[in-house]
């Protein structure tokens, strides 16, 4: 209705040979005054410097003469305000169209024929979904629904860190219940996860495999088992929300990849990368970031800029007209450093 009004008066200011000028509608704050009210002839007082009221005189009787199946009253009110009441069948007219759209009606082909990349909860295996999750879960999705309502084939995609130190940790702690339910010695590891999940997906493992792995000198079966248990599980909290994701999209492939070696040597390559006690660091400050940040530890372990650096670029490689992150409170101090 407020489009169509805004055409309408746009016809009568060049029918009526006045300067084009922007207008604009409000509603007024008083319903008994009409449905729209414009300041039009107030802005074109200013201009031509005449009486606004005698322009708003000029104004609603051409308003209402030459679109009588809109207006049903044009009124000057104040200084000069124009307040505009719409004819009842046209609104009539637009609920039928409301009922008949049903719930498609105010969608939008704006961006019709673009694709948009949407990011969101990206927790990593180690342990079951918080309510700081599902918050991010559903912001996501929503932001994710208003883009398909404009238009866009939205991918919805979940990435997660399943390599470096916190798999490792994993691990232990999983081999460490899983021996302490056969009753054999154990030391559990410092910072390792103590959830009961833990111990569940320890006894799941003794049920299945026995005693077989208590002299396992690696770690890659119970971190396997537990990556495809503790995920299974956040899946299986997803869908319950009617969740789906596009893409799961995980850390390790882009090791196996060559990734993580594709971003080094372009930021070598920028002079973006430097050494310092042993470790490798991100000139963020040529960046304009207030210092310099470590992507790979002394240790040899990438901390999380590096993959996320990698797994960014990706994104841009696979040509996404528009992309979205939807960020938890742990990423707060190394996204501005990706982004950079």
Not at 60 to 70: C, G, M, T, Y
Not at 276 to 302: L, Y
Not at 312 to 320: P, Q
Request: aromatic share 8%; glycine share 8%.
């Amino acid at each position: 209705m407020k489009s169509e009004l805004t055409a309408a008066l746009k016809n009568v200011l060049i029918s009526l040979e006045y300067p084009d000028t922007p207008v604009v509608i409000q509603l007024p704050k008083n319903p008994e005054h009409g449905d729209f009210s414009s300041n039009i002839a107030m802005q074109l007082a200013q201009k031509l410097g005449n009486n606004p009221r005698d322009i708003a005189q000029s104004i609603s009787e051409k308003l209402a003469k030459d679109f009588p199946h809109l207006v049903a009253s044009a009124k000057i009110a104040g200084p000069g305000f124009i307040n505009i009441q719409i004819q009842k069948e046209q609104i009539i007219s637009q609920l039928k169209t409301i009922l008949k759209k049903d719930t498609l009606f105010g969608r939008s082909e704006l961006c019709s024929g673009k694709k948009a990349l949407v990011e969101f909860v990206s927790a990593n295996p180690t342990g079951p979904l918080t309510v700081g999750h599902g918050r991010g879960a559903i912001l996501g999705d929503v932001v994710s629904n208003i883009l398909e309502w404009n238009g866009y084939k939205v991918e919805r995609e979940y990435y997660y860190n399943n390599a470096g130190q916190q798999m490792q940790r994993l691990g232990q702690s999983v081999q460490a219940r899983y021996l302490e339910l056969l009753g054999k010695p154990a030391e559990f590891p410092k910072e390792g996860y103590e959830g009961e999940y833990i111990i569940d997906i320890a006894r799941e493992l003794m049920e299945e495999r026995g005693d077989s792995l208590q002299n396992s000198e690696g770690l890659e079966t119970f971190i396997e088992v537990a990556e495809k248990n503790i995920f299974q599980d956040i899946k299986n909290t997803l869908e319950k929300t009617g969740l789906t994701f596009d893409h799961y999209f995980n850390e390790q492939s882009l090791y196996e990849s060559g990734a993580i070696e594709s971003v080094l040597d372009m930021l070598n390559d920028k002079n973006l990368i430097y050494k310092k006690e042993g470790a490798t660091w991100f000139k963020a400050t040529s960046s304009g970031r207030p210092q310099d940040r470590v992507i790979i530890k002394s240790t040899g372990e990438p901390t999380y800029r590096l993959p996320d650096m990698a797994y960014h670029l990706n994104k841009f490689e696979r040509k996404y007209d528009f992309m979205v992150d939807v960020l938890g409170a742990d990423h707060m101090d190394a996204y501005p450093d990706v982004l950079a």
